[in-house]
């Protein structure tokens, strides 16, 4: 059924590796809801095989796929202006958020010091967040490349997949706890490629397994995650994220010493770098 729908094996493989058999690369990315459509016919996974309404269409979900990217159409210069305002709005609260905390600590202790303290962590702490999980993770996963392609004027070529916030530009663009390189290799590769699964280095139940398993109260198991949530960039993603990128590097000493005794699914904590040789 696949090969009726997309040629002959060897035209498919093809396909997988981004060739052009029969079709432009354009028509290739349009057909791909229908080739995951097809795949998950193909293996006989019906409707009644997931836990779904029985009333679920696969055709009218196809349909709905294809309408919605119909909808949002191609990348523009209204794209790009959006992303110059992201950044500049990022930039901005954290320039505040710097004048604050220094004009808070400047003065005598009192209760305009707190306030001044407070909103400029505020500020600095979203600035953060939105060039990690607006802007660093949005082109990291390349959603901009295309942009950058049709209208290379609209944006600066550092907005671009695996140039993003690297060399000097890291500390203008994304200066944050872990690598750019390392969470490109951690989240876009492993996680989005073994979501769910064992290799997914995010599978939240798989790393704090010994948390439950541990004999304590569970009141107590949930006051023990104000520590990670104050703590979990330095003390597990930025280790976490490192150990995938070195892993990902078969010559990297990390790869070729890592302990037979330990899988490299494991998370990586700063605190097992007590007991790791």
């Not at 795949?39 to 009333?55: D, R, Y």
């Not at 993603?237 to 330990?262: D, G, I, M, V």
Request: proline share 6%.
């Amino acid at each position: 059924q696949v090969y009726s729908h997309f040629g002959s094996s060897s035209d498919f493989g093809a396909r997988r590796s981004g060739q052009a058999v029969g079709r432009t690369r354009s028509e290739q990315k349009r057909a791909c809801p229908e080739l995951c459509f097809v795949l998950v016919q193909a293996a006989g996974m019906v409707a009644e095989t997931f836990v779904l309404k029985s009333s679920f269409d696969p055709h009218t979900f196809l349909a709905d796929m294809k309408a919605a990217r119909d909808a949002v159409g191609e990348p523009g210069e209204a794209d790009a202006r959006h992303l110059h305002k992201l950044v500049r709005l990022a930039q901005i609260l954290a320039v505040t958020g710097q004048v604050l905390m220094f004009a808070g600590v400047a003065q005598p202790f009192g209760l305009m010091t707190g306030l001044c303290c407070a909103v400029g962590a505020f500020f600095i702490s979203t600035a953060r967040c939105m060039r990690w999980t607006i802007i660093g993770h949005h082109v990291s996963h390349g959603g901009y490349d295309k942009l950058q392609r049709s209208h290379p004027e609209a944006l600066p070529k550092q907005y671009k997949r695996g140039i993003f916030a690297t060399g000097y530009r890291r500390f203008i663009d994304w200066l944050d706890w872990m690598l750019p390189g390392a969470w490109d290799v951690e989240h876009n590769k492993m996680h989005h490629y073994y979501l769910s699964e064992d290799k997914d280095p995010d599978l939240v139940e798989r790393n704090f397994e010994l948390l439950h398993s541990l004999p304590l109260p569970s009141a107590l198991k949930y006051a023990s995650m104000v520590f990670w949530m104050f703590t979990w960039k330095a003390t597990y993603y930025s280790p976490n994220t490192f150990k995938e990128l070195e892993l990902s590097r078969p010559r990297s000493l990390a790869a070729q010493r890592w302990p037979k005794s330990r899988p490299r699914t494991e998370p990586l904590t700063v605190f097992d770098f007590a007991r790791l040789p």
